[in-house]
């Protein structure tokens, strides 16, 4: 597609529930990238796939968080049993490869853990 | 350990110039990014410094000094749209970013 999409936009949960959190990166771009916003501060690196290599998870808060993606595009990511400190915006990006031309964020998920 | 820092609030006057300081420390390094984001917003692409010394786009430049790990982001001719958060991060060995906390800039009129 022409830019990174996430869906949903907005999610809102009961505590202790599963959620799931995708992202379609832009066609053809290698390298995936998870990242968490909380509000007021900065990017946290969650988890970064890059081709056929196996994915640098040293992000992951705690192991209710995993990821996947499959067939090298469409990443999902999972946080069981949800806590309300898990209450961010996940924004996901996708890189070509080409470090001049940056990582493109898609809009991101904002999860609300009630 | 990997580490970014930046200020966390700076304010300017509309047509001003403002200059937006980073330190960064990570293992290995591939490069130093700068990403503007509005309150709301996606992150966007503002620069990217590998090498030594000042890169300019129109009203925006980046400088990187490797030596010092030290980069800043300058902007002139300031307008209220600038208003943003600006975030500096640094490429480490693996190919993933790492970013600062990011700098909130208020113009003013």
């Known amino acids: 597609g022409a830019g990174v999409s996430q869906s949903p936009s907005n999610k809102v949960t009961e505590k202790g529930k599963d959620v799931e959190l995708r992202c379609d990166p832009i066609s053809g771009h290698t390298a995936l990238y998870w990242y968490r916003q909380s509000l007021g501060q900065g990017l946290e690196f969650l988890i970064y796939f890059q081709g056929n290599s196996a994915p640098d998870k040293s992000g992951l808060p705690s192991d209710r968080f995993s990821a996947e993606r499959t067939g090298g595009s469409v990443s999902t990511l999972t946080i069981q049993r949800t806590q309300q400190e898990d209450s961010a915006v996940y924004l996901c990006a996708s890189s070509g490869g080409l470090a001049n031309y940056g990582y493109t964020f898609g809009s991101g998920t904002r999860l609300t853990v009630v | 350990g990997q580490n970014i820092d930046q200020p966390t609030e700076m304010t300017a006057t509309e047509g001003a110039i403002v200059q937006i300081n980073c330190t960064y420390q990570?293992?290995?390094?591939?490069?130093l990014f700068w990403y503007q984001q509005h309150a709301g917003e996606a992150p966007t692409f503002l620069s990217y410094?590998?090498?030594?010394g000042l890169e300019e786009k129109g009203r925006f430049s980046s400088f990187l000094s490797r030596s010092k790990g030290y980069s800043y982001l300058l902007l002139k001719e300031l307008q209220m749209k600038d208003s943003a958060s600006y975030l500096c991060a640094a490429s480490d060995n693996t190919g993933k970013l790492i970013f600062g906390q990011g700098t909130t800039l208020q113009v003013k009129p």
């Open positions: 410094n590998v090498l030594d």
């Open positions: 990570t293992s290995g390094f591939n490069g």
